[in-house]
């Protein structure tokens, strides 16, 4: 398997706080990788960093080949990998299908392949009823969802997940499992972060678990999850 | 007497429109206030009579001429001038609003001086777009040029309007005002959006300058005027809100066209910061501003 | 070692360049020039076109001068510095003039907000000020004995403004004029003069802002009241916007309505280049006109200033000669450039500048230290992009005005 992904050694610094430390890891084409760790273990500023929102102090990171470390959060977007928030980010002020067209258009779709796309896309996760609603109209969930088919548009090399199943319907959480699994099926590389613990080990057959900013396990699901050190980061030392 | 002063009113709105939607725009997609804005105008007057005086190009070509001169250094100032405040990373937050106010605003100084420099300090009338008897519109007498200049600002403000609303490229310069970050992750190319609103707004305000210049003869400083104005009507409409700029633009044309007669024309300029008081007591993001904004 | 010889060559290198720059500034001040401080308009928000003109006038006088070898055995040296035509810039370019630059006298003010704020400066560095253009009455009436004026004033211009109301006959009057020292001193004169001399003149006046753009609620507003004549006081670029507007609302100048350009800004270079229709049939108030018969002094500065500047002066380039020209004389007279013997030369001048001869007055009031018969003309200007030469010339100072030869537009 090549690697599709390839993280040497990334750090960052707040101040004095060391957020990330040293983190590395690959991600083969196609891999479906879970990201656990505690609150503040630096999940989610290893994502920022990779989606170009913050400058790595030192490290490297490596998308296809090609550094991407100090790239603009757009130019990594255009590259193929794709970033969805743990705080939904979607234009309030535009339409369900405007919403997608923008998104379309930024990755260089032109105006048809986009509205055909789109369609598609609001098909596949049940929101094709709402394709002239203003997303400001939508519901939490349906928000998290509209953000979600904005980040496939296009199909990217890897679609960076943070906490995609939080606060949100268990309907809907069901319509983006079942998605992430057939698209994952059908080749598509993801980075989960997640709380949710049966659904990551129902949707990831490898997790990286941080803590502390750095890496405390990475492998087989079942196997890190029962690593002692991983379960004394999750639960407490007196456990 | 009233329906007059609201057809000079309207007229003079307008222009006030064309001018105040560039600054909104810019303002909207990257939270910077152009203090050279007005400068701008003057480009667009100065183009737009000197290629006809001196070098005797016909009005056809001088007027466009005249956009695309703003729209040139609209998008000069961009790549050079303010791509530092977000080129890296999401933007240097620390001092950003301290450097645009400090670039733009020596901008402003440098063009000026440089036009002194360049064409003299007097101001130079620019030619008309049509010639003919005026009509009379509720007792105000318009010259077929001002028909003609009030049509033209008319079409590039709903076509500005209607672009942004319903193209593509319109729908990514709403994606990054409404929020950056979530747009760049998204792949929407915020450096070309950028770019093209700086341009954007430079050719419309270059077009307010060319369009006025037979009635307000531009001389190098006659941008500080307009550019007031504009700063008035953005805040009055909503940072941001090409909507607002539309409607704060005319709203303040007809105050001051009306409280110049009905109050006293010494304090014209202070109507429109009246009004100003007023809209941000009752709404404090102005008339069309957003109440709130995604994190 | 080497870095530390390399410190003291560079220390070295920077104590003799210093050196040779105090010498060289010293060296120039000890060459003997007579300083003249020239405060003007050279940046808005004042009427830089007046600035302009004043500037010209003074540079070529100076060259002039200096050519038949300065004054008393020394090159006059202009200090040139810009005022903006503001309060503040006034204040602190006389106080910049005198402080930093040691000038002996200061001149070129074209705007009365600039005199009226230097004139303490010049009471309290005992300086003498020439003003060239300065209208409003509080320059003299504050009384102060180093403050001079060869230029046009309030109560003159006044007086001649309601002369011409009366021998057109008009009834009724709208007077403009701008929010500016010499705008108020005018405004304040006109209804005075007006309620004495002419009550039965119905009169009303408006403050417009010199830095508005459109004047148009005011056009439309004097449109509704048919005045018979307007008066402008309004100086460029303010003034041309309402000329523009008041000509393209039919308001004036037309048959019914006399438009009076009184601010004295239709001989600026750039008149034609902003007005067109709207100055054919205007009159206009000026301090010099080509008919006039000009002293000698007067005939050679137009030439002068037609060969170097290749167009006509207007009439602020002749009040700025003239205050130049008496600053010379009092040099000469007083056999100094010392501020406080100019200062006595100046008061007892007996001149002939380049418009007729200069004396100031001695009496305390609204002449005090002024060119009492400044000379001026009423003018008719009959066609669009008219030479000042070919304008139809009405009144030349206290003659009478020529009534029948005004032409309807």
New interface residues.
Partial sequence: MSALIAVENLTKRFGSLVAVDGVSFTIGDGELVGFLGPNGSGKTTVLNMM?????PDAGRIALDGTDVGGM???SI??AGM??M?Q????????TVI?NL???G???GLG?REATERADEVLDDLKLLAYREAFASDLSGGQQKLLEFA??FMKAPKIALLDEPFAAIHPTMRQVLADYVRRTNAAGQAYILVSHDMPIVIDLCPRVVCLAAGSVLADGPTDQVLREPAVIEAYLGPNH | MLSSMLVSGLITGTFYALMALGLTMIFGVLRIVNFAHGEFYMIGGFAYVLLYHNLGVPIAVALPAAVLAGGTLGWIVEKLLIRPIY????GRQQGRDEYAIIVTFALSILLIAAMTKIVGPWSLQGPRLIDGPPLLLAGVRVSPHQIAALGIALAFLFGTLYLLNYS??G??I??VA??R???????????KVSTIVFATAGGLAALAGALLSNMISPSPDVGAFPAIKSYVIIVLGGLGSPLGALIGGLLLGVIESLGAIYISFSYRDTYGLALLVLVLLLRPNGLFG?TRR?? | MMSRICCMNKLAYTVAITAAVFATAYGAQSQETFDVGVSTILTPPGSVIQGIQVRQALELVADWQNEQGGVIGKKIKLVIADDQGTTEGGRTVAERLITRDKVSVITGQASSNVVLSSLEVAKKYGIPVVNVNGWASGIRTAGIPQVFSPGPYTTRVITATVDTLLALGSKKVIGAFDNTDAGFSLEKEMSKQLKERAPQIQYRSIILDRAAKDYLPVVLQMQAEKPDVIVSELIAPAGYILMNQLYDQGVAPTKDTIFFEMGGMTDNPDFWKNIRGAGKGALAFGHYHPKFDLPAIGVEFRKRFVERYKAEPGRLSFQAADALFVIIDAAKRANSTEPAALTEALANTDYVGTRGKITFDKTPGPTFNQWVEVPYAIYQITAVDQKLDDTTLLKQSDGPLEVKAIVAP
């Fill in positions: 989606s170009g929102l913050l400058r603009a959060a757009d977007a255009r794709i970033r928030f705080l939904t980010r979607v234009y309030t002020e535009m405007e067209l923008t998104a258009f930024a990755l105006k904005c980040c | 080129a890296e990373f999401g593509l490229w729908r990514q709403r994606a409404q929020n970050s979530a747009a760049a992750v998204m792949g929407v190319d915020v450096g957003e995604e994190v």
